[in-house]
């Protein structure tokens, strides 16, 4: 007995170095030796499983390792053993993209022995599978639906039922900008200005040139009390059309009833803003501009001082005369 524990040893080696070596058939054949030698030793088994995976021979991996954890409970051996074991299984579901199997096999790992390496790769078996998850569920036909049901919901008054579907209908396709404005009014009109305001920026994200995106959000923020955003929401609207009336009269309601004092008060506290001011190249620039007024011209050559200068003047913080 001691002879074949021996021989399944010196086996085991030289399939270790076959391994190394990519050797993977050399590998399975000493494997199997030592196996034979010495059948109650789990490690054996991952090992050979460890070359199917290599190999690409999911199946019969998966199926080693199997083996490998009913032996390995059988005889009681360390939770690290049976561990690993685990986690192949749930590397070898993950080659093959079945992340659901990848999630459970990574979780019952974790559920022998914490290691860290799995817990990364549970976490990103669980991305992925969601994100295949919410792939496999867009359907722009069945979105166009619920948009339409939305409708319906907001021409009723039914804010809540219109909610409903429309977040149905971003599920089913979220690059939709207009699924989001049509949300955004519907919260609205449920005083949910941050639920609202939040859709109008994603809707901007996705399309930055669609006009009721800039007017939601200037609504939705001249009701948050921040009528400097608001104004340059509805100036931003005016941009793409001109003759827009809605955008018109936002920026107008913005300008009668704002207080410059307070506007500007409330401008300090923007994060943005206070980074701006508190950067010393803008502060030599803003110094240059107050003793050199044509020294504005050139800054606003470099796109990125031209937009924190714009950021200033549509706060208020600065003025050009």
Known sequence: MAADMQKAIEEKEKGNAAYAKKDFETALKHYDEAIKLDPANIALLTNKAAVYFEQAAWKNCIDLCEQAVEKGREQRVDYKIIAKALARMG????????????????????????????????NEAEKLLKDKQRLAY??????????????????????????????????????????????????????EFQLALKDCEECIRLDPNFIKGHIRKGHALMALKDSAKAESSFRKALE????????????????????????????????????????????????QMQSNPEALREHLQNPDIAGKIQKLLEAEIIGIR
């Open 91 to 122: 590397n070898a579901y993950m080659k093959q993209q079945d992340y659901e199997n990848a999630v459970k096999y990574f979780n019952k790992s974790l559920t022998e022995h914490r290691n860290p390496d799995v817990v990364t790769k549970k």
């Open 138 to 191: 867009i359907d722009p036909q069945k979105s166009l639906e619920e948009k339409e049901k939305g409708n319906e919901y907001f021409k009723k008054g039914d804010f809540p039922g219109a909610i409903k579907h429309y977040s149905e209908a971003v599920k089913r396709n979220s690059d939709d900008a207009k699924l989001y404005s049509n949300r955004a009014a519907c919260y609205t009109k449920l005083l």
């Open 240 to 287: 793409l059309d001109p003759q827009n009336e809605e955008a018109k009269d936002g920026l107008l309601k913005c300008l009668k009833g704002s207080d410059p004092e307070a506007r500007r008060k409330r401008a300090l506290q923007d994060p943005e803003i206070q980074q701006i001011l508190g950067d010393p190249a803008m502060q030599m620039i803003l110094q």
